[in-house]
């Protein structure tokens, strides 16, 4: 075989359980990954694909992690599991230098402990003893193909979401691997940074590597794929070109997200006769608003010109929202749209202007009692997950608001309305990334506040969860609060919103 044909990566999983698992993760997963192509692994919220995307990434060892009985080759070499002591130990430094994984929450692909951007596309060059000169080249070339160059110097607590996923990317590319498993590598991307990274990819399977792409929904990238594979439960349901499965009742039951769904699952969404818009006094507005971060201190030397002018994200902004009303807002990643829902009910300050809600400034009000109003949906769910179950999470707050009968009521309908109802006593961190974030947009909707703030609130949703959000957005607006969206997904964003508005440049305008 040539070196394009070659096969880089395979596995056979029979069964894959965790430690303390009462049931199997994977069960009946065969794939066989050749050099040179790329294959997307698509599967609904649970499906198992991050699972198997550790699993091959090396980030779940067998034995270490949980009980694997089948087989796994990389690079020609084949490591045989029947799940006794005898198994053979998976050696993380030697699969990581053929291998790279990109979690779904892309912070957990950084070291923490480097103080810059370069410094973490640096840090696993560093532990490969790359000569400094070869390393600083390959920093700048990673930096320059994902959109990084003008973020070096930035400390990495500090990007945005979608600048941290092509952060976790770049770190992965860095070392040139034979084999790149990523999943969702597209969530929270602004249109610039999807393009960065969809070339990344193809440049790296032109030159031969083997990509695999996870991915709740039949994306750019999914489609560019030679082979798909559908998860279901944990096991492989349909593989094959995509023209074989596209239109195949295993894709269609695994809750995959496919284009277009999300205009038909939104679709009853538009002002009715039970929505009437503009009707009454703004319920949230911003008057001349500026902000500025304080400029952070470099070790190297004074910020540089460009890390000033990013230190001012508003300014003299003017923005309102009237009861029953969906806004999007859309913006390239870091140009502060996180920043403006923190704004909304408090967590941030404005350096100039003021904001209102209900007609009154909230200026002096403490930060939990603007929540009962204006409720906040994190970009990174876990930021907002802190209870021993989902609910405990969701009641926290609500005690002494409606006490502790009303508040459970009202806890158990929110879980039920984001489909997480036989999830009650499970702790959070047991729980998906999809379910986390369900989670999260429940602890919002049980307080019916008046202004919802919604941070990218379809990543790592499948078509399940898109429709669960999309019910909800709609059942918040008819009972007459406001909803404002900031999310990089057209396909929703588009037809869920009545006006769309695009952030730049501190500024907001409509599109």
């Known amino acids: 075989m040539t070196a394009t044909t070659r096969t880089a990566l395979r596995a056979r999983i029979n069964e894959f359980t965790y430690h303390g698992g009462t049931a199997a993760a994977l ?34 060892r067998a034995g270490h992690s949980g009980t694997l009985r089948g087989s796994l080759e990389l690079g020609g070499t084949r490591l045989d599991f029947d799940g006794s002591a005898a198994d053979p130990r998976i050696n993380p430094a030697e699969w ?25 596309l640096a840090f696993g060059l ?18 320059a193909v994902t959109g990084l160059s003008g973020l070096l110097d930035r400390d990495p607590a500090t990007l945005s979401g979608g600048e941290l996923r092509r952060l976790a990317v770049g770190c992965a590319v860095i070392t040139e691997p034979e084999v790149l498993v990523l999943d969702e590598p597209l969530a929270s991307l602004d249109p610039a940074g999807t393009a960065q990274v969809t070339d990344v990819i193809r440049n790296l399977v032109a030159g031969g590597s083997a990509v695999v792409v996870l991915s709740q929904a039949v994306d750019g990238l999914a489609l560019q794929a030679r082979q798909w594979i559908v998860l279901d439960d944990g096991t492989a349901t349909a593989a094959g070109p995509p023209g074989k499965i596209t239109e195949s009742a295993e894709l269609e039951a695994s809750g995959v997200r496919l284009p277009g769904s999300a205009v038909s699952a939104l679709a009853s969404t538009s002002p009715g006769p039970e929505r009437v818009l503009g009707k009454g006094p703004a319920i949230l507005e911003l008057l001349g608003v ?16 460009n890390e000033v002018q990013r230190t001012n994200v508003l300014r003299d902004l003017d923005f309102s929202l009237r009861p029953g009303e969906i806004v999007r807002i859309v913006g390239p990643n870091g140009a502060g749209k996180s920043t403006l829902l923190r704004l909304f009910n408090g967590l941030l300050r404005p350096s100039s202007g003021d904001v209102r809600v209900g007609g009154n400034s909230i200026a002096r009000t403490p930060v939990g009692r603007v929540a009962a109003s204006v409720g906040l949906l994190f970009q990174h769910p876990r930021d907002q997950l802190f209870e021993r179950t989902a609910l405990r999470e969701v009641c926290f707050g609500l005690r002494p608001l409606f006490g502790p009968g009303g508040a459970t009521v009202r806890a158990l309908a929110a879980l039920d309305e984001v489909g997480l109802s036989n999830a009650a006593q499970v702790h ?21 506040p008046a202004v919802l703030a919604l941070d990218e609130p379809t990543v790592g949703l499948d078509r399940h969860g898109v429709e ?5 957005v709609k059942e918040a607006a008819e009972r007459g609060a406001g909803v404002v969206l900031v999310t990089n997904d057209a396909g929703y964003g588009r037809t869920a919103a009545d006006r769309n508005l695009e952030f730049d440049a501190g500024r907001l305008r409509e599109l």
Not at 29 to 54: D, Q
Not at 468 to 472: F, M, T, V, Y
């Open 27 to 60: 069960r009946d997963v065969g794939l066989e990954i050749e050099g040179g192509s790329l294959t997307a692994i698509l599967g609904g919220s649970g499906s198992g694909k991050s699972t198997l995307g550790k699993l091959l990434g090396g980030w779940l």
């Open 428 to 448: 959070p961190a047991e729980l998906s990334a999809s379910q986390q974030r369900l989670l999260a947009l429940a602890t919002v909707l049980a307080r019916e």
């Open 96 to 120: 990581f230098r053929r291998a790279a994984f990109v979690p779904q929450e892309a912070a957990a692909m950084l070291s923490t402990v480097r103080s810059s951007v370069a410094e973490e």
């Open 290 to 305: 500026g902000f500025s971060y304080p400029v952070a201190s470099r070790r190297n030397g004074p910020a540089t010109a």
């Open 126 to 143: 560093e532990n490969r003893a790359t000569p400094r000169q070869e390393m600083l080249r390959a920093v700048d070339r990673t930096a």
């Open 468 to 472: 669960r959000l999309s019910h909800a």
